[in-house]
């Protein structure tokens, strides 16, 4: 029997909700790693048993933790649970003062980076993974995340030029294409967009087209506040981008991008993700502004394309309209594969939301979580 499981990563912890696939009674496990924060959770493709976890606190500093079975047991990459001033080497540790992150590559000179802020498993090997961190820079792992090496080249895309916005400098975002895994997309607060077409050998700015009037010049290559990209697993050239204002869309790979905000009461948000079923079917959830991260009038709304892009149509049946004040963050939405696509995302206010007829109506999974971080969703045969 097919079925879903979705991985929620809170403010204090982690939940697994697992459904068949008709997604109408989950079950509910958690809170995994209790009081620490989990930015972000994502099952591999290739063994529907492996997560990988972004595990922090501002006393212990990063963790990544996998679990092998699904969710029901977890352990260290490194086999070994944060201790006071250890450095185990070649991974992501705790080691100095409280909340100091370093990354040891052998040197003398460890580098400082603050979190891993996205995980992104490889789409033909279990065991390998990419993690974005903030300050912006990508690493790899092609054992399980037991130890880590730093893809630098990204860096020397203009690094110096890049800035942090409101929420830190970050890569948020990695989009690996299924066509060719050597070809990689990542989104950088505040930068923009960057490729590479050699597995991270090099890598180019790719933000053409988009426009930041709060930059000197509104029209750079480089400095743009990209909240999220997506796209369509058929469709990898075609991209889809939740600006700090603006939903862009490029259909050369980045190349080029244009605007497609249309009729959107406001196009600020941070999340947008794609139908896996219909690759013209894109989702936002606008919010008020960048000062105020809310929905507008209260109402919490998502907001769908099926012309990828410019049209758009509020789906409302289900959420809540009236005095809701939380915000849906950039990696708090997902779909699944399934027949029905089901569309999902979990909200400030610590709700998680599932549609299983690609929004056209929706249910709460849960109420009450700590503030949702993310949320990712394995499709289970």
């Not at 995340?145 to 948020?172: I, N, Q, Y």
């Not at 590479?196 to 480089?222: C, H, R, V, Y």
């Not at 244009?258 to 959830?285: C, K, M, Q, R």
């Not at 005095?323 to 849906?328: G, H, I, P, R, T």
């Amino acid at each position: 029997m097919s079925g879903v499981r979705v991985l929620v990563g809170t403010k204090k912890g982690a939940f697994v909700l697992t459904s068949d696939e008709k997604r109408e009674k989950w079950d509910v496990s958690g809170p995994h790693f209790a009081g620490w924060e989990v930015y972000h959770m994502k099952g591999s493709p290739v063994d529907p048993n492996r997560i990988y976890v972004s595990q922090s606190s501002g006393w212990f500093g990063q963790l990544i933790q996998r679990s092998d079975d699904g969710g029901k047991t977890w352990h260290p990459t490194n086999g070994k649970e944060p201790k006071w001033g250890e450095t185990p080497g070649n991974a992501f540790v705790y080691e100095g003062d409280p909340g100091t992150h370093m990354w040891y590559d052998g040197t003398q000179h460890p580098w400082e980076f603050k979190r891993v802020w996205h995980l992104e498993p490889s789409l033909s090997d279990a065991d390998t993974v990419y993690a974005g961190v903030e300050d912006a820079a990508i690493f790899k792992s092609t054992d399980g995340g037991v130890s880590w090496k730093e893809l630098p080249a990204l860096r020397d895309a203009d690094g110096h030029r890049w800035m942090p916005g409101a929420g830190g400098m970050a890569v948020h975002t990695i989009l690996i294409d299924p066509t060719n895994e050597h070809r990689m997309f990542v989104a950088i607060s505040a930068a923009g967009v960057f490729r590479t077409d050699d597995g991270g050998a090099t890598w180019k700015p790719t933000n053409k087209g988009l426009t930041s009037q709060f930059m000197p010049d509104p029209n750079a290559e480089i400095g743009h506040c990209v909240h999220r990209i997506a796209f369509h697993p058929s469709k990898p050239s075609t991209l889809f981008m939740q600006k700090h204002w603006d939903i862009m869309r490029s259909d050369d790979s980045g190349e080029s991008w244009t605007e497609v905000s249309g009729n959107l009461p406001t196009d600020f948000g941070f999340p947008i993700d794609v139908n896996a079923n219909e690759p013209e079917t894109i989702y936002v959830v606008p919010i008020k502004s960048d000062s105020e991260h809310f929905p507008i009038d209260g109402k919490l709304q998502v907001w769908r394309s099926k012309t990828g892009g410019n049209e758009w149509e509020a789906l409302t049946n289900g959420l809540p309209q009236k005095d809701c004040y939380v915000n849906v963050l950039r990696d708090a939405m997902c779909v699944d594969t399934l027949p029905s696509c089901g569309i999902y995302f979990g909200t400030t206010g610590g709700a998680v939301y599932c549609s299983a007829d690609s929004g056209d109506t929706w249910n709460a999974i849960v109420h009450d979580l700590p503030a949702v971080y993310s949320v990712e969703v394995q499709t289970l045969a």
